[in-house]
């Protein structure tokens, strides 16, 4: 069964940087594309960076020059460096990968980010 597992949230003070992961069990080749999606309390899920199989990369405006998504596909793992972070960025992100039979979604890792 496929699956995707993310890591590395926590609690930051504003200004300060993580880096999520996403570790899936298949080949991220097996892929259309990967993305970091979050979701705050009382919002809907949005996307927040995604790569395409072939490495091209897109950002939503409010991270473009924060965060940065990566991949080492020798390790079937997909990264997601934040920096400058702000409160505004507190929230559960997601791990999506695409694939022509579906999407398959990880639990969710917490970020929190105090003033």
């Known amino acids: 069964q496929v699956h995707v597992v993310e890591s590395g949230g926590g609690l930051v003070q504003a200004g300060g940087s993580l880096r999520l992961s996403c570790a899936a069990s298949?080949?991220?080749?097996?892929?259309?594309?990967m993305g970091w999606y979050r979701q705050a309390p009382g919002k809907q899920r949005e996307l927040v960076a995604a790569i395409t199989s072939a490495g091209s990369t897109n950002y939503v405006d409010f991270v473009k020059g924060r965060f940065t998504i990566s991949r080492d596909t020798a390790k079937n793992t997909l990264y997601l460096q934040m920096s400058s972070l702000k409160p505004g960025d507190t929230a559960v992100y997601y791990c999506n990968a695409h694939a022509g039979w579906g999407d398959c979604w990880g639990q969710g890792t917490q970020v929190t980010v105090s003033s």
């Open positions: 298949i080949s991220i080749f097996s892929f259309n594309a």
